[in-house]
């Protein structure tokens, strides 16, 4: 470089030189510069280009986490585009910063504002206006109109089929409010208030727009509809393990990790703002492995790739996970991993085991209650040996110490001195003995229940109430389950890593492909790293590994290798889940606002993948029956029965919510439950027992059971979500659809739920839309309101990505005739409050309640021993064998007025989260100064909450993240409980509260709160559960602790006591041969992974992203399968199976596996949809190839951390077991 | 003499030349940010690394040999004592080379131009029309060079009668009898020359007037003082009167 420069310097000077007379301006006498006057009259065009009217801070409000702070600029009125913000807090010194965070997603954002795609006036079907408004004419009551329009069977079903297929009318707002508000009135009154719903899913991205909704839904005693298990991205795996829904690291928190797993996750590719954090860290000599099938974006910045066939991680974690019990536990014991173990671990406890086949198996966990102990919670106080004495333990912390007066400070992981025993193996008075394990790697020709083998564990003799029981730790199950050989032990053991036995290195690689030395390695590798940097061994994982229907097998696996590491709880280690999660911080302000808890309790929350499986009627065509999961080794509980039965078990013994709830409307049966004189939950026993009263789930396709009016805001339901897309289409709201499957023939239909031989067409009366852009939900909505965007309200965005909180501030008002959502359902709210008088005024209403998570009520079902009240094992007690019943009184008149002010509720009752109370009594004064007082009518004198900043504001001061006040209150209610100090940890911030305009000025990092398991106290990174494993603060589990082993009945029907392999389903048994004959086909695994260009369908259709990406809907597939059809790069091909048809191009890549084609999620309608050879119809969606199907353990509920809670636990909306044929199909496409 | 001569001898001629002139200084009162070749650089490297300087290099040589073939009269050489015979040798020699490598540059960037996807898309109607232009008055200028020099049919004087015909028009008095006289593929090529100068002003061809030879000239570093503006570089305006 230098002698280059010597070189020429002399020639330039030279030139310079002879030139400079000629040159304008004056040349320096060092010949390098040289100054000239004036020419500048360019540089106004540059000014002019970066002069703005203004420059505000927004983000992007629904799907995406990663809740990047943006700079909006508007130029003489119009919104021009935005850049990121750079102003993020420091993460202090020695680590990468935050800013600039964004990815070309978020930066063409603003397209949307004036595209096509627009959402400009409100709409109506044309159909469904005109017989509205005749209606109108004979009967001016909106109500009366609305009955007379939906109880003419002929008109109903005429708007009904109308859906989808245009003639979408311009309405004015006064119109289309009244229509809706009608629609709810005569719902409520005729229905029930249980047959109306509201979906809008990830309220972080967007707390006051999602919240407006909720509270809408709630106090009208509508239900929402969960979204977190819905999307599949819920982990079951997390509520089963730790408890919780899922907490997370924040992203800085990898560049603490010294080794990383990418574990399907596609870290550059869905997580890119966040992704340099990984790409740094490798400089810091972080080891990178990607595990992925394709050849991924992520895996360029890997050290290593392992690449198992799709769905079969589990094998692979699981050989991981016997290297490291092998090595790290039994031939070398680490003592950092054995400490951890025994502390955060349900490894030490003791399992009782029972007879079975002539040897033995594992039944329950060992309480205090077997001792003899018939104190408060003894049933749920599990046990330890201890080492010194070897006598049975019972160690503070399990479930039993959580909620009774005696329990106070005692529930913490503090072991007072004992040394619980890890294994019994060697103890005086142990027998080695038999053990049956399931195994799923065999029989699979036949169903999906797999075998069993022979293993050995450690045993001794326990002498209960009962008799005498066998017991061993659960320590040495998960040696026999992973099959890591002792000494002295009986049962079949596999000889080393080269045995191909169950779970050794080289039996996975028969399954997953990938080399055992390779697994072996990269499991040694994982664990030794652990030990030497203090437990900084962490995983990503990602929708790769959680769409499956056994993903929450798949994950025990891998946080079996996260625990036995003792990473979890530690900077830089643990596991790292980032699909679709939500992190909505300010959690405790913002629920007191999305379901009216400030007025009325409790609400009705649904589960999600339950009401669409029920109401879209995919459980008629589901050939998986319940038994077909079932281990060799279960009881035959599920002999007999579909999934529907499982979910209506699930319903009537309260695990799990059911809305609609009876066969009745719940205002009636309140008013009969009234007139009785009881109380009203004897009532309803009473009613249940004799057989007068019926779940709606018995007998859902009933018309008198259906669901009758959606609202859908926020989201893309019909474009993205729905899985089982044409059975949306056909029964829900049976319009024209491809479903191409037959019902279940008679012997697999259901064994309890009524079957009806004619499946209804269009249950629901009303759809409504509410978004800025038009989307198949739009497209198929009945009506469509147009919603302000992202850039034109208020709002409040939090995620797990990173620890600030901040703002959306308008750009602009929204413009044409668009409002933004917290408008639109505070405007709905008076227009039913309008309505109400003299349909509903004043009523009451019987609300039925699942057990909860967090609540006493996760001790109703002890040992999780299921009985039925139905066949009478049991006696029917609501709030222990079936839900609660609750009366709640509802003043429709007075909608409108609770829907715009704070009520009294939440400082009277408190607020609870996770069961954590908190007393906000001066934050509610508080907010009366700061948003002023409602001044007349009935909430007169309540705090305001008619806008948005006073929603935002409101979410703020109550909840402990973002309130010091109430973080403090909080933690000093669980040192209470606990015993142990964590006040300390918010102490430093009691007097900080931040409000909108601190949101608005900068992102403001987060106050460490009892609503969360990590912490930020001293600027660390966020990573989860450090406050559990630092204050001994136990998991919200049985035991306290983290668990590898679970014993309610139905986990160990199905074979999944501890963490195992299951492979994916076998659909092409289950459902038979899809080939059509014609043309060359192939059958291929169908995976619906996130694109590039897109965050769900929202992009895809945005001009700039297709442009950079190939546009309109797409499969990738290998070149072999691409050969094998016949099919070239970009031509048109048909996708079909049971559930529906696709058509798209192809997109021919030597990244993709033989044998497995992507088509990215959310490919929605509106772009390039050609119409299918196969239907006839427009192509389909990503989805239209999928269907939901239901796993029983998910619904399971009433036991410890196996309780519901809204987006906890619930059935996922799983879909990547799915295939489909292929073939190329003729070119001349047709729209 | 018919209305044809005059018409494209004359009118033709003075009409290209007021074209040329306000076309380009309309371009660049008007369309300074439109001012650009458009460099295809970006999308495709390799070709245009060898098109793009035969070309050019052989067009410069074209202009140097029409600076000298119409500019200078046949006296002048006469009188340095360059024989006819010389003066052919040299012009056809040098000429067709030039020609050559210009012919064989364009024809290369006109394939690159319509084989790689995004040069292609980046290739407007203008870009088109103005190739024709080009890749005409090249090919007819070989045509004549090869027929002027004798290679093709008897060899033909062009410097008795285009020559001081093109000089006439700059000395306004025009003599179109002398064009009229000569070959049919003088008056073609003299002819597409014109159309392409008319165009020249509306096409990426401006960019000849700003190639930076100033650049080699030029220190690194050109700093322009602000003038006599209070702040900033921005014209004051309307407002509040300024303080201090």
Known sequence: MTTVQGASSATDDFLVKAARFFTPGTVSSDLRTVTKVGGRDGDVFYRDRWSHDKVVRSTHGVNCTGSCSWKVYVKDGIITWETQQTDYPTVGPDSPEYEPRGCPRGAAFSWYTYSPTRVRYPYVRGVLLEAYRAAKAVTPDPVDAWAAVVGDPETRRRYQKARGKGGLVRASWPEVLEIIGAAHVHTAKVHGPDRIFGFSPIPAMSMASHAAGGRFISLMGGSMLSFYDWYCDLPVASPQVFGDQTDVPESADWWNASYLIMWGANVPVTRTPDAHFMAEARYRGQKVVTVSPDYADNTKFADEWMAPHPGTDGALAMAMGHVVLKEFFVERQVPRFVDYVKKYSDLPFLVTLREKQGSWVPDKFVTSADLGDEGEGAAFKTVVVDAATGRPHVPNGSLGFRFGEAGKGKWNLDLEGVDPALSLLGASGTEGVEVLLPRFDVGQEDGEGGGSHLRGVPAARLTTPAGERLVTTVFDLMLAQYGVPRDGLPGQWPAGYDDPEPYTPAWQEEITGVPAAMAERIGREFAQNAEDSGGRSMIILGAGTNHWFHSDTIYRTFLALVTLCGTQGVNGGGWAHYVGQEKCRPVTGWAQLAFGLDWQRPPRQMIGTGFWYVQTDQWRYDRLGADLLASPLGEGRFAGRSMIDTMAQSARSGWMPSYPQFDRNPLDLADEAEASGMPPADYVRDELKAGRLAFAIDDPDAEGNWPRVLTVWRANLLGSSSKGNEFFLRHLLGTSNAVRADEAPEGERPRDVTWRDEAPEGKLDLLVSIDFRMTSTGLFGDILLPAATWYEKHDLSTTDMHPYVHAFTPAIDPPWETRSDYDIFQALGRKVSDLAPGHLDVRKDLVSVPLLHDTPDEMAVPGGVVRDWRSGEVDLVPGLTAPKFVMVERDYTALGAKMSALGPLAAKAGMVTKGVPFSPTVEVEELASRNGVIPDGYAAGRPSLATDIHACETILALSGTTNGRLAVQGFRALEERTGMPLADLALEEEGKRITFPDTQARPVPVITSPEWSGSEHGGRRYTAFCINVERLKPWHTLTGRQHFFLDHDWMTEIGEGLPTFRPPLNLNRLDGDQHTGAGREVTVRYLTPHSKWSIHSEYQDNLFMLSLSRGGPEIWMSPQDAAAIGAKDNEWVEAYNRNGVVVARAIVSHRMPAGTVYMYHAKDRTVDVPKTETSGLRGGIHNSLTRLMIKPTHIVGGYAQLSFAFNYLGPTGNQRDEITVIRRRSQEVEY | ?244
């Open chain 2, 1 to 244: 003499m018919s209305a044809k001569d005059i018409l494209l001898w004359v009118v033709l001629p003075y009409v290209t030349i007021a074209v040329f002139v306000t076309g380009t200084l309309w371009r660049y009162r008007y369309d300074k940010f439109g001012w650009t070749t458009r460099s295809s650089q970006l999308y495709e490297r390799r070709l245009i690394r060898i098109a793009s300087p035969i070309f050019h290099i052989g067009i410069l040589a074209v202009v140097v040999g029409h600076v000298i073939g119409l500019l200078i009269p046949e006296s002048w050489t006469d009188a340095a004592r360059v024989s006819e015979d010389m003066y052919h040798l040299m012009a056809v020699g040098i000429g067709l080379v030039a020609g050559a490598c210009t012919l064989f540059g364009v024809v290369m960037l006109i394939y690159r131009r319509r084989t790689t996807g995004p040069v292609f898309a980046a290739t407007t109607r203008n870009d088109k029309t103005m190739y024709v232009f080009l890749v005409a008055a090249i090919c007819l200028g070989l045509l004549t060079t090869l027929i002027g020099s004798g290679i093709v049919g008897d060899g033909y004087n062009y410097r008795e009668t285009v020559s001081p015909w093109f000089r006439s028009i700059f000395l306004l008095n025009p003599q179109p009898e002398l064009m009229a006289e000569s070959l049919p593929s003088f008056q073609i090529h003299a002819v597409a020359g014109m159309l392409l100068f008319i165009a020249w002003p509306f096409t990426r061809l401006v960019h000849a007037f700003s190639a930076p030879l100033g650049y080699v000239f030029r220190p690194y570093v050109v700093y322009r003082d602000r003038g006599p503006h209070d702040s900033g570089s921005r014209p004051s305006r309307r407002g509040w009167e300024r303080v201090g």
